[in-house]
């Protein structure tokens, strides 16, 4: 790491990020293994990847020798596990959280199970302020009972979210990605009657629903967006890489074309989260349309050295008013401090070589990071402190 880069992580040491997309952290006390923790440091869904290959990754090689040196233990993962399993959890996670650095945590509470802390529960557990991000598609799944058509649907879909919102949900995510091609279509309301039949009919019969299909999850998508920009909230969409229940090659955020320039969604503000491999298509976007902004989020503690590399291929185009910090971290203490850390070095790292190309700099390199790290979620979210640079 560059002396300016080197400077620019002290000069953020202090100060508190907010983490625009994470997922609620799993209730302790329990007994961590070696599969379940690689398993965060994985989109692999396949049993067999986080027993044999994992371990094989650079990504978790430097995530072990982290933890193992914030737990001044040996740097392996047995010694680590060791450690944090001797641990009195309520403490460790407080301590690691901390040293994280993280004001603030945005939680898409979705991927909750009954493992997972309420909001509630973890703000108190950590000291740390929760705000909730709705999930669309879980909220709609639960809605589908009560509507006897997509009309009606929709029309509960965006009344439950004015609810959400006003109870202090400051957005609202779509994992259309994961049911769909992110390559928006223009509705058709025949093939969104079949698929809204067939999901009621499932529903009916008591049976578990899952939206999928480009006419049902497209529809849902440009109806939620409606409301977010009534509500001047922020649609969160999942795009670039995720666990292989998506097909990569629908997922890139181009497809989102049709929400940006549509006048119809005139002052709609988008965050793109993740999105490598497609992190400079994103970036370009956040170029040219106004409310788009972006994240790198997983790509940082889980693509090793590409992650500074798509950091810097993001300050390419992307404004730095419109970089958001994302640990993505999800489960345990471990992910989020892995995350939070890696994501201040590769900051640092692409500033840092700005500056000493003398193409920024130093102080606006430091106010950039600021931006990044917290002042760009301060402006997109209604936050309860309210807008600050
Ligand atoms: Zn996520």
Redesign the pocket.
């Known amino acids: 790491m560059g002396a300016s880069a080197t400077a620019l992580l002290d000069d953020w040491r202090t100060m508190p990020a907010i983490d625009h997309?994470?997922?609620p952290l799993r209730r302790w006390p329990f007994e961590l293994s070696a599969v379940e923790l690689r398993g965060a440091f994985t989109e692999a869904l396949d049993a067999q990847m986080a027993e044999h290959h994992v371990v094989n990754t650079v990504a978790y090689q430097d995530a072990i020798r982290r933890i193992a040196a914030e737990l001044r233990c040996d740097a392996t993962e047995s010694a680590v596990l060791a450690q944090r399993n001797a641990a009195d959890p309520a403490e460790y996670a407080k301590r690691l959280m901390a040293r994280s650095t993280t004001g603030m945590m945005l939680v898409?509470n979705g991927?909750a199970t009954t493992e997972s802390f309420p909001l509630s529960e973890q703000e108190m557990a950590l000291g740390i302020t929760q705000r909730e991000i709705v999930r669309l598609e879980t909220l709609a799944e639960s809605l589908i009972h009560d509507a006897s058509d997509p009309h009606e649907w929709f029309d509960a879909v965006r009344a439950a979210l004015r609810v959400r919102i006003a109870r202090g949900a400051v957005g609202v995510?779509t994992i259309c990605a994961y049911r769909a091609s992110l390559r928006l279509e223009p509705v058709d309301t025949d093939a969104l009657g079949v698929a809204f039949g067939s999901l009621r009919s499932r529903a009916e019969r008591d049976q578990s629903i899952r939206l999928a299909g480009n006419a049902i999850c497209h529809a849902l998508v440009f109806e939620a967006a409606k409301e977010c920009q009534e509500l001047g909230v922020p649609l969160q969409v999942?795009c670039g890489f995720?666990d292989p229940d998506e097909d990569l090659a629908n997922a890139s955020p181009l497809g989102l074309r049709p929400l940006l320039i549509d006048s119809a969604y005139r002052g709609l503000r988008i965050a793109l989260?993740?999105c490598y491999p497609y992190h400079r298509e994103a970036a370009y976007l956040c170029s040219v349309f106004s409310g788009v902004h972006m994240d790198l989020?997983?790509t940082i503690p889980f693509a090793a050295l590409e992650g500074p590399r798509a950091m810097r291929e993001a300050l390419g185009l992307c404004p730095t008013s419109k970089l958001l910090y994302?640990s993505?971290a999800?489960r345990y203490p471990e992910v989020y401090l892995v995350a939070a850390t890696l994501h201040r070095e590769a900051l640092a790292d692409a500033l840092g070589e700005l500056v000493e190309r003398r193409v920024m700099s130093r102080s606006a390199a430091v106010d950039a990071g600021r931006q990044v790290l917290a002042g760009n979620a301060r402006r997109l979210y209604p936050l309860p402190n309210g807008p600050r640079q």
């Open positions: 997309h994470c997922h898409d991927f995510k999942h995720g989260l993740h989020s997983l994302a993505d999800t």
